[in-house]
């Protein structure tokens, strides 16, 4: 039998079962130079590249033992039959000119298609016919494999730090194949096991040894779904029906001048990207003709929790963060201001342990459970307006088949009823915003992309 997926990747699978209309894959649009010796790589160049790599990845060789988990079968990982790598990259070429108008249209078509629960879930496109010689490589993949942070290690073992440094060595999917505790998938396995009896005598233990901070971690939870279930986020139309289709948008930002306004101002990066976060969605709300809501607004921030030993584990190790953006207020020194004591607040506070105690809690259960859990927290638009995830990326410059990496474009999913989702990462110089929006409810994408442009150049030295 194979390894058991976590309540939180169960409930990934849930929201996106739950509701059509979600996709819950995360992605990012990496961006090469020409390669040394001009021109770009063909298709059968790059599948050999990645066959190279993937025993890097073995999760990436594996899939579900069922499509869907059931109320009290949780579904497991296990080795894919027939599995070919090369059958999950395809080619593509951007239409002419190959500008930023046609690589935005082109991504929002390919993360507007959701993944095969029947295969690995992971899809890539190699991508040519951009300008200057440029090529792309464009990848999804299902957030109950990965999560942001997670992603990052999937970067590094697919890139060198240098152009002409020696391929990683790499297990081959057939021998990861044969590692398998079980060759045919089968249909999961019921939530009471040994191992669910194991978690819970570690969580008894637990609380018996450290009383206090059990009940600590008790008492947050019960808060955190109090709070934000009795006091919903406000009314807004960045809330309602969406369709399937996506389309996407990126502002880029000089890294060196973000860091320099942070300097200024105080606080932290992420502070400084939900301040402009706050002015962007600002400016598009007011575009809109809506009336800026008299709460603030509400983002979920995923926080990574992972541990030391768990750095590069692959599946999800975050809980969320609820926090207010203040849409309503003009002055953007005050905005930001703003924005920094209800960071602090939630510092001091008890919000991030209570949300991963939720999970710990509906992690003993079956998977009913998560999936009650999943439509109450993340199913609706009570609990918070959008997503906003900022990871840090690689300061040092990446290679792939010795082309410089010159940037990457992230993507992060919509949850049912949450028309715009902003995901930053930074890469060696420069930040990146990656706007994805339902292309029916926000069809006005670049307004907000302008507001984010235009509260930085208001906040920068």
């Known amino acids: 039998m194979g390894e058991r997926l976590s309540m939180l990747d169960t409930m990934f699978l849930e929201l996106e079962q739950f509701e059509e209309t979600a996709h819950m894959h995360i992605g990012a649009a990496l961006i090469f130079d020409p390669l040394p010796g001009g021109g770009t790589p063909d298709i059968a160049e790059f599948r050999d590249y990645l066959r190279g790599r993937i025993g890097l990845l073995p999760r990436f060789t594996q899939q579900l033992s069922a499509p869907h988990a059931g109320p009290l ?32 249209e082109w991504l929002g078509d390919f993360w507007s298609h959701r993944l095969d629960r029947h295969r690995p879930l992971w899809e890539m496109a190699l991508l040519d016919g951009l300008e200057q010689g440029r090529w792309a490589l464009a990848t999804k993949t299902h957030h109950c494999l990965v999560d942001g942070v997670g992603s990052l290690d999937i970067g590094y073992a697919l890139l060198d730090v240098s152009p002409d440094a020696s391929p990683p060595r790499s297990q081959s999917p057939a021998a990861l194949g044969e590692q398998g505790e079980g060759g045919e998938p089968g249909n999961g396995r019921f939530w009471f096991s040994p191992g669910l009896v194991m978690r819970g005598a570690r969580a008894g233990v637990g609380a018996a040894l450290h009383p206090r901070e059990s009940l600590d971690h008790l008492r947050a939870a019960v808060e955190l779904i109090v709070r934000e279930e009795v006091i919903g986020a406000p009314t807004s139309s960045l809330n309602g029906p969406m369709s399937a289709t996506r389309h996407f948008a990126a502002v880029r930002l000089d890294l060196g001048e973000v860091k320099a306004t942070k300097a200024r101002l105080g606080g932290t990066i992420n502070d400084l990207v939900l301040a402009l976060c706050a002015g962007g969605l600002r400016h598009l709300l007011l575009s809109r003709g809506d009336a800026l809501p008299e709460g603030d607004l509400r983002a979920q921030v995923p926080v990574n929790i992972r541990s030391e030993d768990h750095e ?18 003009a002055d953007p020194i005050v905005r930001h201001r703003r924005v920094l004591e209800r960071a602090a607040q939630l510092k001091a506070g008890s919000q991030r342990a209570g949300g991963k105690a939720i999970v710990e809690l509906a992690d003993m259960g079956p998977p009913l459970a998560g999936a009650l859990l999943a439509r109450s927290m993340f199913g609706g638009t009570r609990m918070f307006n959008l997503t906003i995830t900022n990871v840090p990326g690689p300061r040092q410059r990446l290679f792939a088949l010795g082309a410089p990496l010159v940037e990457v474009l992230p993507l992060v999913p919509l949850f049912a009823g949450h028309t715009i989702g902003i995901a930053v990462l930074s890469y060696v110089d420069q930040m990146v915003f990656g706007l994805n929006a339902d292309r029916m409810s926000a069809p006005d994408l670049e ?5 984010i442009r235009r509260s930085f150049s208001e906040l920068r030295p």
């Open 73 to 104: 079968t949780w579904l497991t990982w296990e080795p894919a039959r027939a599995f070919d790598p090369g059958a999950h990259v395809h080619h593509a070429t951007l239409s002419a000119p190959g500008g930023e108008a046609e690589l935005m």
């Open 312 to 329: 590069h584990a692959l599946g999800n190790e975050l809980t969320s963060l609820f926090v207010e953006l203040p849409v309503s207020e």
């Open 447 to 451: 307004v907000l992309a302008e507001g």
